[in-house]
């Protein structure tokens, strides 16, 4: 005789919390921990700092690159990257999230700034309306102390600092786009940016 | 102004990809040598990565980066990685992931479905059923199944050896691309424990699990699974 089923009506798992308690069993695990994993070579913790990593990750390569396939090309290369050399990290330099993070963005503006993809405009659409991108990024802050951070700044710096990070542009294309001297985008940039660090300073991403 | 001056002005633009091709190349030179500098760096490509949004992996992404590593990947990677990957092609993606209690399991799990790979063609969907079928008819095995009303919309295994399997049928709706159905296993100590991400629309899976369970869930998450439940269930199964 099989085992007796209980078919659950519950249709909110919730509403059953004296029985079951969800539980965040693997987020317990820190990211070197994971790191230390996949140095194993055991793939669970790759796909693990994917599911935590790989929205970010997808997401500046889609806002540098504007094209989907493209986007998912990036990301496939920076876990696979760092699935071949582990080791590279170093968690003494700053945040997994971060290391990631420089490595999509590094690859996505090799991608922008290429020959082919300069010739060819349908491989990387235009400029977006990068007020609509700074919006976003304000809107979905990934925290209060952050979107502070980013609404404390002169809106020039901001618009500069949006242009070239999430625009995958040299700060002389951004000069450019804005038809301000090299040397004002500059000093924009780097204000904002040393703003930025002392407003977070401690905040670990 | 000195070099490390000059360098140290475009630490901010570096973090962002932001210098021009001969600035870089200057920049990194300095880099190496400049610990002042390095640190700069760190703490400005710290602040680049705040700036981005936490959002949810695309689930579907992991089917191309597991055959990727699969194919490309260092030597290390033995049958059972190679196994993953196919089935990941062909039924969707499977994490495994167990309690800190069933850790050692994870060992033996492991163990368990490279060895079943010699008898059972576990890399395909056909493979997968014929598995299930097998395992239910065997002494020890959990057979239940998932229910919607009174319509079966999954049937769970779990064999004496703690391979489990996970037998979806056409009653059990597909998802947009932006949802997944997510396996549990409840826990005695009234935990539930993710089994595995499915996919949108999913095949024929395994899992493992060599622990105490009081029961299983499936219920619905954002494209690429969830730690927490929101509890979206779909259904229940307690004492099995």
């Avoid at chain 1, 695990?29 to 996949?38: A, E, F, I, K, N």
């Avoid at chain 2, 020890?140 to 295994?157: H, I, K, Q, T, Y």
């Avoid at chain 2, 997510?182 to 539930?192: G, K």
Wanted: proline fraction near 5%; hydrophobic fraction near 40%.
């Amino acid at each position: 005789m099989g085992p007796k089923i209980h078919a659950e009506p519950t249709p909110v798992l919730s509403s059953v919390a004296d029985v079951v308690a969800f539980s965040a069993v693997k987020t317990d695990r820190s990211d070197t921990d994971l790191v230390r994993g996949v140095e194993t070579r055991d793939q669970s913790d790759l796909k693990e700092i994917y599911d935590r990593f790989g929205g970010a990750v997808h997401s500046v390569a889609l806002k540098v690159l504007r094209n989907p396939g493209l986007a998912e090309d990036v990301v496939q290369e920076t876990f696979v990257t760092f699935w071949n050399s582990p080791e590279r990290f170093d968690s003494t330099r700053g945040s997994l999230k971060t290391y990631l993070l420089t490595i999509a963005h590094r690859r996505a503006v090799d991608i922008v700034r290429s020959e082919e993809a300069r010739t060819r405009r349908e491989l990387v659409p235009p400029d977006p309306d990068y007020t609509s991108v700074e919006e976003e990024i304000l809107t979905r802050a990934t925290s209060e102390l952050v979107h502070h951070a980013l609404t404390d700044l002169d809106e020039n710096e901001r618009k500069a600092i949006t242009m070239a990070y999430f625009g995958g542009l040299t700060y002389v294309e951004v000069a450019d786009r804005l038809g301000a001297p090299e040397g004002t985008v500059k000093s924009r940039i780097r204000n904002g940016m040393r703003k930025l660090a002392i407003n977070l300073e401690g905040l670990e991403s | 102004m000195t070099e490390h001056s000059w360098i140290q002005e475009l630490i901010p633009l570096y973090a962002l990809d932001a210098l021009e091709a001969n600035e870089v190349a200057e920049m990194e030179t300095h880099l190496l040598e400049c610990e002042i500098c390095a640190a700069e760096l760190d703490s400005q490509r710290a602040v680049t990565s705040l700036m981005v949004p936490d959002e949810p992996a695309p689930e579907h992404l992991w089917d191309r980066i597991e055959s990727a590593i699969a194919t490309t990947g260092p030597s290390g990677s033995g049958s059972v990685h190679d196994f993953t990957a196919e089935r990941a092609k062909r039924s969707g993606p499977m994490m495994w992931v167990l309690g800190a209690a069933a850790a050692v399991a994870l060992v033996f799990g492991g163990a368990l479905v490279g060895q079943r790979l010699a008898s059972s063609d576990l890399t395909t969907a056909e493979g997968v059923v014929a598995a299930a079928e097998a395992a239910a008819a065997a002494p020890g095995s959990v057979v239940s199944e998932f229910l919607v009303g009174d319509v079966a919309v999954a049937r769970v295994v779990l064999a004496e050896d703690g391979l489990g399997y996970l037998i979806p049928n056409d009653s059990l709706d597909a998802l947009g691309d932006d949802r997944t159905y997510q396996l549990w296993v409840l826990t005695p100590d009234e935990m539930a424990i993710s089994a595995g991400v499915l996919g949108s629309d999913p095949g024929p899976a395994t899992f493992t699990w060599t622990d105490d369970f009081a029961g299983f869930a499936l219920t619905r998450e954002v494209a690429g699974g969830v730690v927490s439940s929101a509890g979206d269930v779909v259904s229940v199964i307690v004492d099995p």
